[in-house]
């Protein structure tokens, strides 16, 4: 089956860093990448959309600023958060489609602590 | 506006028990997709099922089973015959545009 490598899987670093985390599918390309942020016990919220080649889209309340999308190929998209603060810690989990509608194959998600 | 309601915050049945987990969802659209995932504790996302908008057919996967009717905007998941490692949390999910997940119904299968 479909195969998504999320990468790191944990990360802690200090205030102020900006860390990258990249999203990789292994075994198809992927035209659509969808980027998650999972709190303790809560719903995946939908962060961004990003298409190959073209810039992603942002979910209300987003800033791109700070959650910089990069999808420059079919098979890699990345997720920089930058200048990271406590309260960007969380589960980020990354998500690849060939389609829209097509089943959506997960990576197995980025626990990012920031001290 | 799509919305997924997944009333049941939390279940806890013991062993070889039947459970239903509920789904209720909102969209405008003629055309969507539902879905629903399991997030074990280790915290990766599974795909279970993908049920498009025309297919009412209900499925049957082993223990899991899924009924879908669009007369109630439901998309219900059955586990048979439960057993402990499918305790888990699962998302129900809809998809027009973009996937939408509910908040998820955590499930404990006691021993």
């Known amino acids: 089956g479909a195969v998504v490598s999320q990468h790191p899987s944990w990360v802690i670093c200090k205030s102020g860093t900006s860390v990258k985390i990249e999203c990789r599918s292994l075994?198809?390309?992927?035209?659509?990448m969808f980027w998650y942020r999972q709190f303790p016990k809560q719903s995946l919220m939908l962060m961004a959309t990003?298409?190959?080649?073209?810039?992603?889209?942002?979910e209300q309340g987003v800033e791109k600023d700070k959650f910089l999308i990069n999808h420059a190929s079919l098979t890699l998209s990345t997720l920089t958060v930058t200048s990271a603060h406590p309260e960007d810690s969380s589960f980020y989990i990354c998500?690849?489609?060939?389609?829209?509608?097509?089943?959506?194959?997960f990576g197995d998600g980025t626990r990012l602590s920031i001290l | 506006a799509q919305k997924v309601t997944q009333a049941q915050t939390e279940i806890s049945v013991v062993e070889k028990e039947d459970v239903t987990l509920d789904c209720v969802y909102e969209?405008?659209?003629?055309?969507?997709?539902l879905f629903w995932y399991k997030q074990p504790p280790s915290g990766e996302l599974v795909f279970l099922i993908r049920?498009?908008?025309?297919?009412?057919q209900n499925e049957i996967s082993g223990r899991y089973s899924w009924n879908f009717q669009k007369s109630t905007s439901s998309f219900n998941f059955t586990i048979t015959a439960s057993q402990v490692v499918d305790s888990a949390v699962y998302f129900c999910?809809?998809?027009?545009?973009?996937?939408?997940f509910g908040k998820g119904t955590r499930l404990h299968i006691l021993p």
């Open positions: 998500s690849a489609s060939t389609v829209w509608n097509q089943p959506q194959h």
């Open positions: 075994d198809f390309q992927a035209t659509t």
């Open positions: 990003s298409n190959e080649g073209s810039k992603a889209t942002y």
């Open positions: 969209t405008r659209d003629t055309t969507y997709y």
């Open positions: 049920r498009n908008s025309f297919d009412e």
């Open positions: 999910a809809l998809s027009e545009d973009k996937i939408i």
